[in-house]
Every structure is written in structure tokens, then in C-alpha cells.
């Protein structure tokens, strides 16, 4: 059974850029979630997806933007980039909102 | 809203020392709390999950305790070992379905 992905792995954008960060939920979890987390820092909510649709949102702005598709991959959409943005970015999934089982991330890193 | 404290934010033991990491939550109307380890860099790994409904869950040489009423958490760590340094993280559901909410970690570094 294959874990959690996601990719790229490390990735390096300047300010105002737009940037694509891709998830592949493990087998049988209908469920997405994506975190961001700044260095020495918890991960804070971004938004999850239940079945293609948005299924809450945490405290960022909307330039920040996701999908999921019918085999419940997802992937994370920012734009117009900030400084204050470069972070780990990690995807979790789970099977309908139990334990959630996370990827190794992707570290994003905004000049 | 719901706040998750870690103490300490850091701890140094040596090898085969028992230890207990704390946690702590606001609101005790929990679905369940989940405690995670972080390697440098890398993403999480869930080490146990504890239901609202139950008062803890062992693994190997983990065992985590729950009591909501007092809305706290203890991960103890039994026989430490150097592969045991990482950073550990507490998180917790208030409703099934939802965010988990994270504390900042407990980094503990083991020495041989």
C-alpha cells in the first residue's frame, strides 16, 4: 500500500510568483488536508477537501486555493507569492476525517 | 478557540532514561487527539491516536494518556533511545472531519 505523496520535494519561487504543490492521498482516503508549517512552528490549517469539494478552511487568505480530483489526489494553489510564505507545505489524508496520515512535504522557499 | 500547549519545548536525556512529554488543550470537547514525531525537515508520522472516549493507547515502548476533563495530554517514552531524537507534536480534533489543531512540538534530543 503506498503512503502519502506529494511533489516537488523542494521548491524556490520569487515574490509575486505563482506556485503549484501536488498531493496523492493514500489508498481509500476520500479525504484531503493541507497544513502549512513556518520553522519552529506547528502546522496551521489550510483548507481540507472531502470528495472533490471544499470542507472547511482555516485563517489564510484566498490567494491561497486548492482542488481535489475523482481519484482524490489534490493539489494546493498560491498566488502572488510573499516572502512570508515560505514554509513546509504538508498533505495529509484520511479515510472520511479519522486519523490522518501525513507526506514528507514540500519546502517551499519564497526570495 | 482551541489552543494546544506543549511543555517543555525542548528536552535533553540520556539513553534509557523514561520521559514524560506534556500537553495541553483549551477546550476539552475533543473528537480525539493524536500525538505525531517530525524528523528535521521531514513530514509527520502519527505514532498513536486516542479517541475522546479513551483514556490512553500504548505502542511498543510509547503509551499516551488522555484526560479530558483537565484537557491534557502525556506521551511517555519508556528506555529513550538516540533514534528516539526528533520533535513531537500533540494535535488535537474538536470535531471529526476537521482541522487538527497543533501544539509547537516538544524537541528531544537522546545522547548515547
Known amino acids: 500500500e503506498t503512503g502519502v505523496t506529494q511533489s516537488p520535494t523542494h521548491l524556490i519561487k520569487t515574490r509575486g510568483q505563482q506556485v503549484t504543490l501536488r498531493c496523492s492521498s493514500q489508498?481509500?482516503?476520500?479525504?484531503v488536508s493541507w497544513y502549512q508549517q513556518a520553522l519552529g512552528q506547528g502546522p496551521q490549517f489550510i483548507f481540507q477537501?472531502?470528495?472533490?469539494?471544499?470542507?472547511g478552511r482555516g485563517n489564510f487568505p484566498p490567494r491561497f486555493s486548492g482542488l481535489q480530483f475523482p481519484n482524490y489526489s489534490s493539489e494546493l494553489n498560491v498566488n502572488a507569492l510573499e516572502l512570508d510564505d515560505s514554509a513546509l507545505y504538508l498533505c495529509?489524508?484520511?479515510?472520511?476525517?479519522?486519523?490522518?496520515?501525513f507526506g514528507p512535504g514540500t519546502r517551499l522557499t519564497v526570495l | 478557540k482551541q489552543e494546544v500547549t506543549q511543555i517543555p519545548a525542548a528536552l535533553s536525556v540520556p539513553e534509557g532514561e523514561n520521559l514524560v512529554l506534556n500537553c495541553s488543550f483549551t477546550?476539552?470537547?475533543?473528537?480525539?487527539l493524536q500525538w505525531f514525531r517530525q524528523d528535521p525537515g521531514k513530514g509527520l508520522t502519527s505514532l498513536l491516536l486516542?479517541?475522546?472516549?479513551?483514556r490512553e493507547q500504548t505502542s511498543g515502548r510509547l503509551n499516551a494518556s488522555l484526560d479530558k476533563s483537565s484537557g491534557r495530554s502525556t506521551l511517555y517514552i519508556a528506555a529513550s533511545q538516540p533514534g528516539d531524537s526528533a520533535t513531537y507534536l500533540c494535535?488535537?480534533?474538536?470535531?471529526?472531519?476537521?482541522?487538527?489543531?497543533f501544539g509547537k512540538g516538544t524537541t528531544l534530543s537522546v545522547s548515547s
Open positions: 495529509a489524508s484520511s479515510p472520511g476525517g479519522y486519523e490522518q496520515f
Open positions: 489508498s481509500g482516503h476520500n479525504t
Open positions: 477537501y472531502y470528495r472533490e469539494e471544499e470542507n
Open positions: 477546550d476539552s470537547a475533543i473528537y480525539n
Open positions: 486516542i479517541q475522546s472516549s479513551q
Open positions: 494535535a488535537v480534533h474538536s470535531q471529526a472531519g476537521t482541522a487538527l489543531i
